[in-house]
């Protein structure tokens, strides 16, 4: 359900990143090569991006497939941005269909995307207030995002509560990457000028990386850094 793709490293456009390349979210919006769940991620699509023109991300968010908005494919060429994180949606079934369920969601200097489903009730009262949507992955970002240095042991605990969970989460705040692999595929992508973290590869390189399930991987200025969660 749902994919994502995050950068960190030199500038690149929102189309380099979102619409060009060969596998990249707008063909994964409608054939994903690795997603487990789910067909086609036609519910939304949404990104964030970090330009050091106020202290958190600009974002763009859409109810509507990816491949149909004309808007973002005649913007996207003239944004760039050394920190960037894109999502398709596959709505969970009973969920709200409107654009504030479409990740990214934001709170502060942070932007997260969740790939999967969650149990809501295992989430504490305190998260769904600050929510921008009763979804699931909106209540798990507010939480979450309420202490971003917890994402880590805060996934593993909820996955713990919920043992059907699927909990891929994808996060930045403009210098750092976050990422967690719990049910889902996840990737790494290693260049001289970055990395990138995503659901499964944007094309055929021969150094993207499987991240085994059940991980933490965090990625800043100090290189990236995969861990057991």
């Known amino acids: 359900m749902c994919r994502h793709t995050a950068w960190l490293g030199a500038e690149r456009t929102l189309a380099d990143l979102l619409l060009e390349r060969p596998h990249g979210l707008l063909q994964q919006s409608w054939a994903p090569r690795r997603q487990r769940h789910g067909t086609v991620n036609a519910d939304g699509w949404g990104a964030a991006w970090w330009t050091g023109a106020g202290p958190g991300p600009a974002r763009w968010r859409r109810a509507a497939p990816l491949w149909a908005d004309a808007s973002l494919a005649s913007v996207a060429p003239h944004v760039a941005s050394g920190c960037v994180l894109g999502a398709v949606r596959d709505a969970t079934v009973g969920m709200p269909a409107d654009e504030t369920a479409c990740a990214p969601f934001v709170a ?38 309420q ?51 995503a659901s499964e590869p944007h094309d055929d390189d021969p150094r993207w990386e499987d991240v085994p399930d059940r991980s933490l991987v965090e990625a800043d200025a100090a290189g990236v850094r995969v861990s057991p969660l």
């Open 147 to 197: 202490a971003p240095e917890e994402i880590g042991p805060r996934v593993r605990a909820a996955g713990e509560a919920d043992p059907t969970a699927r909990l891929n989460v994808l996060a930045a705040d403009g210098t750092r990457l976050v990422a967690t692999a719990w049910g889902d595929t996840l990737s790494v992508l290693r260049t001289d000028d970055g990395v990138v973290v």
């Open 108 to 145: 502060g200097a942070w932007a997260l995307s969740h790939n999967g489903r969650l149990d809501r009730s295992v989430l504490p009262a305190d998260a769904w207030p600050v929510a921008e949507s009763v979804c699931d992955s909106a209540v798990l970002a507010a939480w979450l995002l």
